[in-house]
C-alpha cells in the first residue's frame, strides 16, 4: 500500500507537527516521509479530503460482536470493518458469545477471524467458566492465548471472595480485571435509573447506589490484593468521585465511561424507545456533567462507544422486555464532539494504550502507519440509512453530529 496524504493537519501533542498541515507519504504500510508539497510518487494513491486531520489509531476497549453463536447481529469481520470505517484501529472484543470467550481455543478462534483485518482485535477473555460467576477460567492459558484482561462482561461479581482470588492470581502474570460495579440485590428487577423521569414514566428504576456500593467494594478488594482493576463504565457522580480517592491512595485503578451516559440522559426515556435501553443506564443531567468534569480531569482515562449490537426482534418489544444495548462504533467520535473539544476525544481515544500494554505507533518518519483520518468540523443528523453495522438499535439515531470520520490506516491497508 503506498498513500500519499496530501494537506492533512497531525493532531498528536507529542509530535513536532502538531497542529501543522503537511503531506504524508506512506510506503509499504510504514511511514516514509512528512513535509509541505511533497510530491506525488509514482504508483501511490492520493488521499486528499475536506479539512483533513490525522491522529494516532484510536482505541475502543468495549465491543461485542456476537461471534461465535449470534452472527446475525453482527460478526467479526464486518464489526472490524465498521471499526476501521469509524476510525477506530484497535477494539476490545468482549465475551458476549456462545461459547463464551473463556479458554485458548475460542481466543484462537476469534482472533483468527481478525487476521485480514484494518483493525486489531484484542481479547478480553471471561473472568469465570461461561461467564457465570462461579469457577474461574482458564485464565493463564488464555494470557498466553493473547487476552489482553478478563471480565464477565456486563456482569458484576457476586461473590466477593472469587474476585478476591482473581486480583491474587492474576498479579502472577501482571493481568488486569475488567468489572462491571452493579449490586444484584440493590438492582432488583430495575431496567432505567431510578429517579424523577422513571417514576413519571412508571419504569422499575436501578438505584445510583447500586454501582456505587460495588466500586466502594472492589476497591477494598483491590487494595487488600493489590491487585490491576479498570471499570469499563461508570455512570455516577459519586462514582467519579469514589474512584477519584481510590487514584489519589495509589491504587492501580482505572475507569472508563460510555458515549452514551456523556452527551444523554435520562429525559431520553420519555419517548420509550428501546433503543435508548442500556446497561448500565443513562443517569441524570447532574451525573452526564459530573462524567464531563471526570473525563476533563483525568479521573476517567478512557472513552469508549460501548457497541452492543442486538437483532431487531430483540428490540421491537415492550420497553421492559427488551434487550439493553445500542451500536456506538459509527456515532461516537460526532457524538462527542458536541460536548467535548476534539483534542480531549483524540487523548481519550489513544493515550489508553499504554496502560493496556497496547502498541502505539507515531505518526513520525519510519514508523508503521497506523492512523485516523477525519475532520473535526462540519455538523449531520446520524440516520439510520448509514449504518453499516448488521444491527441498527443506535441510541443515536436522529442526533445531532458534529464532525466525520473518513476511516483508518493499518496494517498496510485502508478503510475510508
Excluded at 468489572?179 to 432488583?188: L, R, V
Excluded at 426515556?269 to 464531563?292: C, G, H, M, Q, W
Excluded at 514508523?367 to 446520524?382: D, Q, S, V
Excluded at 439510520?384 to 458534529?402: A, R, Y
Aim: charged share 20%; net charge negative; hydrophobic share 40%.
Amino acid at each position: 500500500m503506498n498513500l500519499l496524504l496530501k494537506n492533512t493537519t497531525i493532531l498528536e501533542k507529542q509530535n513536532p507537527f502538531h497542529n501543522q498541515q503537511v503531506d504524508i507519504e506512506i510506503t509499504d504500510g510504514i511511514i516514509s516521509k512528512i513535509g509541505k508539497n511533497l510530491p506525488v510518487q509514482e504508483g501511490f494513491e492520493i488521499i486528499e479530503k475536506e479539512n483533513l486531520h490525522v491522529s494516532q489509531g484510536w482505541l475502543d476497549t468495549s465491543v461485542v460482536f456476537g461471534e461465535p453463536g449470534f452472527e446475525t447481529t453482527e460478526t467479526i469481520e464486518n464489526g472490524l470493518k465498521v471499526a476501521a470505517k469509524s476510525g477506530f484501529t484497535s477494539v476490545f472484543l468482549h465475551s458476549n458469545t456462545n461459547p463464551a470467550i473463556d479458554n485458548q481455543a475460542v481466543i484462537q478462534f476469534v482472533k483468527n477471524k481478525a487476521l485480514n483485518s484494518v483493525s486489531n482485535l484484542h481479547v478480553v477473555g471471561s473472568l469465570t467458566k461461561n461467564s457465570e460467576g462461579v469457577d474461574l477460567a482458564e485464565l493463564f492459558d488464555m494470557k498466553n492465548a493473547g487476552a489482553v484482561a478478563f471480565g464477565d462482561y456486563k456482569k458484576s461479581m457476586t461473590n466477593a471472595n472469587l474476585l478476591k482470588i482473581a486480583f491474587q492470581y492474576v498479579e502472577n502474570f501482571d493481568g488486569i480485571l475488567f468489572i462491571q460495579p452493579m449490586n444484584k440485590e440493590i438492582k432488583g428487577k430495575g431496567f432505567v435509573n431510578e429517579g424523577v423521569v422513571s417514576t413519571k414514566l412508571g419504569l422499575k428504576g436501578i438505584p445510583a447506589m447500586a454501582e456505587e456500593m460495588e466500586i466502594e467494594r472492589n476497591i477494598a478488594l483491590l487494595e487488600y490484593t493489590n491487585g490491576k482493576l479498570h471499570i469499563p463504565t461508570i455512570t455516577t457522580k459519586k462514582s467519579v468521585e469514589l474512584i477519584a480517592k481510590a487514584q489519589a491512595k495509589g491504587l492501580q485503578i482505572t475507569c472508563g465511561v460510555s458515549v452514551n451516559n456523556l452527551v444523554l440522559n435520562d429525559e431520553e426515556l420519555v419517548d420509550f424507545n428501546s433503543n435508548t435501553k442500556i446497561y448500565p443506564p443513562l443517569r441524570t443531567e447532574e451525573d452526564r456533567k459530573a462524567l464531563i468534569d471526570g473525563v476533563l480531569n483525568n479521573v476517567i482515562s478512557v472513552i469508549t462507544s460501548d457497541h452492543c449490537p442486538v437483532n431487531i426482534e430483540q428490540k421491537q418489544l415492550e420497553y421492559d422486555l427488551a434487550d439493553y444495548g445500542s451500536i456506538g462504533l459509527e456515532s461516537a467520535f460526532g457524538a462527542l464532539q458536541t460536548v467535548l473539544p476534539t483534542e480531549v476525544i483524540v487523548d481519550k481515544f489513544t493515550s489508553a494504550k499504554s496502560y493496556f500494554k497496547i502498541e502505539s505507533n507515531s505518526i513520525l518518519e519510519g514508523n508503521k502507519a497506523e492512523m485516523t483520518l477525519f475532520n473535526p468540523n462540519g455538523n449531520n443528523i446520524f440516520s439510520k440509512e448509514n449504518i453499516l453495522s448488521f444491527s441498527k438499535n443506535s441510541i443515536m439515531i436522529g442526533k445531532q453530529m458534529k464532525g466525520k470520520v473518513y476511516g483508518s490506516i493499518n496494517n498496510n491497508k485502508i478503510e475510508i
